[in-house]
C-alpha cells in the first residue's frame, strides 16, 4: 500500500506546494502539543504527535511514533522530523539509546533537562539555579504569571517572548554536538529558532 501525500495534513489555507511539514513528537500530552501549535501558519505546519492516553510516554515511544508516522506520510526532503523529551524520568542508558537512534534515522533532537518548564521559563528570565526539579519550574512559571496549567497554556505569555526564550537557551548550551543539556537547559531552541526563520522572523 503506498505512503498518503503530505498534502493531507495542509489546512486549504496553506500553500500546500511550498508549505513546510514539521512533525514534532512529544512525551507530554497537552503543554508541547498547545505550545507548538501557536506557530502553524500559511508557510508552515507543525504537525504533533503526542502522548495519548494509553501513557506511552517514554522516549522509545515518542522514537515509534516519529518512525510510524515516517512510514505513512510521503514527505518531501525538507520535511523535518523532531524528538521533544525530557531527561527527568529516564535513565542515561535508556536516553542516550534512543537519542543515538534517532540520529541514525535522520531526526532532530530536542531534550530539556529536567523538563520542558525549562523552555517555558527562559522566555521570562534567567534559569535560576537553585530550581532542580520539574516542580520547581513549575512553580517558578506560576510566580512568574501569577498561575500555570500545563493542560491550559496562556499562549499569548509565550508568543512575544519567543526569540527571548531562544537567546537564553542557547547560551546556556550552545553545542549542536550535545545528544542532551548535561546540566539545567534545554534543546528546544534548536526547534523553534528553525521555526521562527521559516516564519520569516529571524534570532
Known amino acids: 500500500m503506498g505512503k498518503i501525500n503530505r498534502t493531507k495534513l495542509l489546512d486549504r489555507q ?7 511539514l514539521f512533525i514534532v513528537a512529544t512525551e ?11 506557530f502553524n501558519s500559511t508557510r508552515l505546519k507543525v504537525e504533533i504527535l503526542a502522548t495519548t492516553e494509553d501513557g506511552k510516554s517514554s522516549p ?30 529516564w535513565g542515561d542508558k535508556k ?15 530536542a531534550i530539556s533537562n529536567p523538563c520542558f518548564e525549562v523552555w517555558l521559563t527562559l522566555h521570562f528570565e534567567d534559569i535560576n539555579t537553585q530550581d532542580r526539579t520539574c516542580d520547581n519550574f513549575k512553580a517558578r512559571l506560576r510566580k512568574i504569571l501569577g498561575s500555570y496549567n ?9 508568543k512575544p517572548n519567543t526569540k527571548y526564550a531562544v537567546n537564553r537557551a542557547k547560551n546556556l548550551h550552545p553545542s549542536s554536538q550535545q545528544k542532551w543539556p548535561p546540566t539545567l537547559g534545554t534543546h528546544v531552541y534548536r526547534l523553534v529558532e528553525i521555526l521562527l526563520k521559516s516564519l520569516g522572523s529571524d534570532c
Open 95 to 109: 536516553l542516550s539509546d534512543v537519542c543515538s537512534q534517532a540520529r541514525q534515522r535522520g531526526y532532530n533532537l
Open 28 to 38: 507530554g500530552k497537552e503543554t508541547e502539543k498547545q505550545y507548538f501549535r501557536m
Open 150 to 158: 500545563g493542560s491550559n497554556l496562556d499562549i499569548s505569555a509565550y
Open 14 to 20: 496553506q500553500d500546500r506546494r511550498d508549505a513546510k
Open 60 to 89: 522509545e515511544y515518542v522514537l515509534e511514533r516519529l518512525d510510524i508516522f515516517k512510514k505513512q506520510y510521503d514527505l518531501n526532503e525538507d520535511d523535518m522530523l523532531w524528538l521533544v523529551s525530557d531527561v527527568d524520568r
